[in-house]
């Protein structure tokens, strides 16, 4: 007996054609499956494809939970797919290689590895990678032939910032490599990660640590490459003022037949040749100039009108291109004959593609960056077109931009002491310190494809790796499969049903829209800020609180980060999948340090990404990245997970309530007592501790897991306890601990989700006590909680927020009354989206603006993250607003 998974392509229909291969991650029911490895991947045919599968989580009785799944590239890529395994299941061996109907490439992918070298080929391109030196990879072919060589990182730093009259200096790097590690050896995938730092050209300097993924799929003709740096240099005088990666172009072609490919906007392409042969005053001939034009030889010069043939020496070769794309709104193209000589103009547009090319009749080389434009400032050059060695680079940040300046917005305003900051708190909602506002430690990665080509592509060809570059195909599981399967805890796929459950949807779909409307209206984009989302709107500006402290970038407050990932479990919409990813991508990376001090800390939310001075887990949680690392299984994402396996050593170097504390006795490291928050604190951790087991099965996350539940579980007042002394070398809490403290903000960080996946993974029953006491409490009446806990709770805020608390008992309990209470808590506690004003857009129109944008209500991301995930797990926990005697028992 089989069990079929259907898989289909995010965007609906399949790409024209698979360059590269692709993988996704998928669950499956607990004890269903035993190893990846007796997992089969099929066609909309029935016929099997070659795969790679390997486990990326279990389940705590050790079957299998999550599965990365690779297929090779393909010119003919299934309208869909499907996964299967046995049942009961059994070892049925490796996946057999079939040659599918149409496909001419090699089923393998290998790789060969010395002490100085690793290869790897596709059986149609092979790459040459040193274990040192400053060079990613020493040659790429393409049927035996050199297309591209020597790819290195480059940057540029600027001493000190070009303002005033000051004189700035600045210095070439390289990246050099320290470590090459093979991830993955094949037969469909290969991974190779290269490690290393940049280096001064004159060796005086290091700085900016990178990791470089390279992806290889069988028979592909693409290179997938994941670059990924750490800021480590001194903002106060250290200036990024360029970072690329760079490329050695062989050719050997005459001038006219050799061509260069730049895309723009809208799928349209610069199409010349570094000598043109149209537009002359005397005509080659039409076969002449229809080759050149398709990318193809021209004929032999004794087949031209000689009236060009014999001038060909007084045409000029363009030997350098470049493309910036300095904002979101604009790019411009520019060439010259070479150095020394002015440069012409070509054209400019909105919005390039970020994708170029350079070839031969041999063949060549082109290179896309995803998220080009998005990511502004990028750039493109290719240098040496008419000579024999080429140079290209696709630029990260654009050397023709502003350095880039990561120094503090401000001068701490006079705010010294505690005293000062919580005044400061008090006015601007910033968390200010003097040296917190840091960006030491953050990071930031890209996206790139590096095709090799065999001759000249078609246009259509090239517009079509252009598109896959910037958004790489991708297969998913349906909604109806992943909530089947009983991952992430309490959600259900979209539900239309009643007029009741339509309004919430429709309400649901409002919000993102409006989000996703926003990042375009009012520019959400840029090397550091693409992916992140406003906090708080100013109504009177009609503007976003840009510059005023804690109502600026949002670093994941109030989860909008679980809001977009539980919106796209259930509705399967691409557009939802990209605009979490590209959060998941700028939370994990820009607003989390990866190293120094606060390595494993997030940053609250500032005016600048890195600004707050409280650096906590609760940005920094596994809950909001695990989504897309278990979807997509992104070896990106899980390095961001592993970094956090020991965070719980971050509670002794800074203590996250430092400036509120009452009781100091409750944070003394030298004494082995951390006090430690049961509700974001412990949250965080326990997101932690639960993936890293379930990923690796580490034993030191398992026990903490376990343990701490179960020192909740023992607490006399459970999660009201508020915080709790923790033993870091023991793992576990003092469960003596008897207070009351309630903060309207424990559950709102990934709590409720966590707890909810761990009393169905786990049995541990005053664990589960001590969580349905928090949930029946929170929103109960004054009186009732007096009448169990001998008093009133304080703190209870967000109230629409906290209405998932009490659906979850509802659901547990089988009380219709609860389930009546949450609904009614849901709907009277909204705040600012309690009525149906809000979910109506304003047009703001010049001069009150700067462009025409859409307002709504009262805008708050707090309110807006927390408002989708009480609809999303109410609706799957009790149901519509269904009459109190229709509410089913859990």
């Known amino acids: 007996m089989t069990q079929h998974a259907p898989i289909t392509w995010i965007d609906g229909e399949p790409p024209a054609a698979l360059s590269a291969g692709t993988t996704w991650g998928m669950p499956f029911q607990r004890g269903t499956v035993q190893d990846a490895g007796v997992l089969r991947v099929h066609d909309s045919s029935g016929s099997t494809v070659k795969a790679q599968t390997w486990p990326l989580a279990t389940w705590p009785d050790g079957t299998l939970k999550w599965a990365g799944i690779a297929i090779g590239a393909t010119n003919q890529p299934a309208d869909a797919y499907s996964v299967t395994h046995p049942i009961p299941t059994h070892d049925a061996g490796p996946a057999a290689a079939v040659e599918r109907p149409g496909s001419e490439r090699p089923d393998e992918v290998t790789v060969?590895?010395?002490?100085?070298?690793?290869?790897?080929?596709?059986?149609?391109?092979?790459?040459?990678?040193?274990?040192?030196?400053?060079?990613?990879?020493?040659?790429?072919?393409?049927?035996?032939?050199?297309?591209?060589?020597?790819?290195?990182?480059?940057?540029?730093?600027?001493?000190?910032?070009?303002?005033?009259?000051?004189?700035?200096?600045?210095?070439?790097?390289?990246?050099?490599?320290?470590?090459?590690?093979?991830?993955?050896?094949?037969?469909?995938?290969?991974?190779?990660?290269?490690?290393?730092?940049?280096?001064?050209?004159?060796?005086?300097?290091?700085?900016?640590?990178?990791?470089?993924?390279?992806?290889?799929?069988?028979?592909?003709?693409?290179?997938?490459?994941?670059?990924?740096?750490?800021?480590d240099g001194d903002a106060e005088q250290d200036f990024l003022a360029g970072l690329g990666v760079e490329f050695t172009v062989p050719l050997e072609s005459e001038l006219h037949d050799r061509h260069v490919r730049i895309a723009g906007a809208d799928g349209g392409f610069l199409v010349e040749a570094v000598r043109g042969l149209t537009g002359l005053r005397r005509d080659p001939g039409e076969a002449v100039r229809t080759a050149q034009i398709a990318g193809r030889a021209t004929p032999p010069l004794g087949k031209w009108s000689p009236l060009v043939s014999e001038r060909l020496h007084l045409i000029p070769g363009w030997n350098d291109y470049t493309l910036t794309q300095l904002t979101a709104d604009g790019f411009e193209l520019r060439k010259r004959t070479a150095p020394g000589h002015g440069w012409v103009g070509i054209s400019g547009g909105t919005r390039a593609a970020g994708f170029c090319s350079l070839s031969d009749v041999r063949g060549g080389f082109g290179v896309g960056i995803r998220d080009f434009w998005q990511s502004h400032p990028g750039q493109l050059d290719i240098r040496g077109a008419a000579t024999a060695e080429a140079k290209m680079t696709a630029w990260l940040y654009s050397p023709e931009a502003q350095p880039m300046d990561l120094r503090f917005y401000h001068d701490g305003l006079g705010q010294e002491t505690f005293e000062d900051q919580l005044e400061g708190l008090e006015i601007t909602y910033e968390d200010y310190e003097p040296g917190f506002g840091n960006p030491t430690g953050i990071a930031r990665t890209h996206e790139l494809t590096l095709f090799a080509y065999n001759t000249t592509p078609g246009t259509e060809s090239l517009a079509a790796d252009a598109k896959a570059a910037a958004t790489p195909p991708l297969l998913q599981p349906s909604p109806e499969y992943l909530h089947a399967a009983g991952v992430f805890g309490d959600w259900a796929p979209v539900d239309r049903s009643t007029p009741a459950t339509a309004e919430l949807e429709d309400k649901l779909d409002f919000l993102f829209d409006f989000y996703q409307g926003q990042t375009e209206q009012r520019r959400w984009y840029g090397f550091w800020n693409y992916g992140d989302v406003m906090h708080t709107y100013d109504t009177d500006r009609h503007v976003w609180r840009y510059d005023v402290g804690g109502y600026a970038w949002d670093n994941s407050e109030l989860s909008p980060d679980l809001w977009l990932w539980y919106m796209y479990l259930r509705t399967g919409r691409a557009d939802v999948f990209r605009y979490a990813e590209a959060m998941t991508r700028h939370t994990g990376e820009v607003d989390v340090y990866h190293l120094g001090p606060w390595r494993g800390l997030g940053s609250r939310h500032n005016v600048q990404h890195w600004g707050c001075s409280a650096k906590q887990l609760r940005i920094s949680t596994p809950a909001y990245r695990r989504f897309y690392y278990y979807l997509t299984a992104d070896e990106r994402t899980g390095d961001l997970l592993t970094e956090l396996v020991d965070s719980d050593q971050n509670f002794l170097g800074l203590d996250p309530v430092r400036k509120v504390r009452p009781d100091a006795d409750t944070y003394r490291p030298d004494r082995g007592a951390l006090g430690v928050g049961l509700g974001t604190d412990w949250g965080s951790l326990a997101a932690t501790w639960l993936t890293d087991w379930e990923r690796t099965g580490n034993p030191r996350s398992r026990d903490r897991l376990l343990g701490t539940m179960a020192d909740i579980g023992a607490l006399k007042y459970g999660f009201l306890t508020g915080e709790a002394l923790y033993d870091l070398d023991a793992g576990r809490f003092d469960a003596g601990r008897e207070a009351i403290s309630v903060s309207h903000l424990s559950a709102v960080f990934g709590l409720v989700e966590i707890c909810s996946e761990l009393i169905s993974l786990v049995p541990d029953k005053d664990f589960e006590e001590a969580w349905m006491q928090y949930c029946r409490l929170f929103l109960a009446t004054p009186e009732e909680q007096i009448a169990e806990v001998g008093q009133p709770l304080a703190g209870i805020y967000l109230t629409q927020a906290h209405s998932r608390l009490t659906a979850y008992a509802a659901a547990r309990l089988g009380s219709p009354e609860l389930a009546a209470l949450a609904w009614e808590s849901f709907a009277e506690g909204g705040e600012n989206l309690n009525h149906s004003e809000a979910f109506t857009l304003k047009k703001i129109l010049p001069p009150y603006v700067l462009q025409p944008v859409d307002e709504a209500p009262t805008v708050s991301t707090n309110d807006t993250a927390q408002f989708g995930l009480a609809v999303i797990q109410n609706l799957a926990l009790i149901g519509g607003g269904l009459p109190a005697q229709e509410v089913p028992a859990s």
């Open 112 to 231: 060969i590895e010395d002490d100085k070298t690793i290869t790897v080929s596709t059986g149609t391109l092979d790459m040459a990678l040193h274990k040192s030196g400053n060079t990613l990879f020493t040659e790429l072919r393409r049927d035996g032939n050199v297309v591209a060589k020597a790819g290195r990182l480059v940057s540029l730093l600027q001493s000190g910032a070009t303002e005033g009259t000051g004189t700035t200096t600045r210095t070439g790097f390289t990246g050099h490599t320290t470590s090459v590690t093979v991830e993955q050896a094949g037969p469909v995938r290969a991974v190779v990660k290269v490690e290393g730092r940049h280096r001064a050209d004159d060796g005086a300097k290091e700085w900016l640590p990178f990791t470089v993924r390279f992806y290889f799929y069988a028979g592909a003709r693409s290179v997938r490459m994941m670059h990924s740096f750490i800021w």
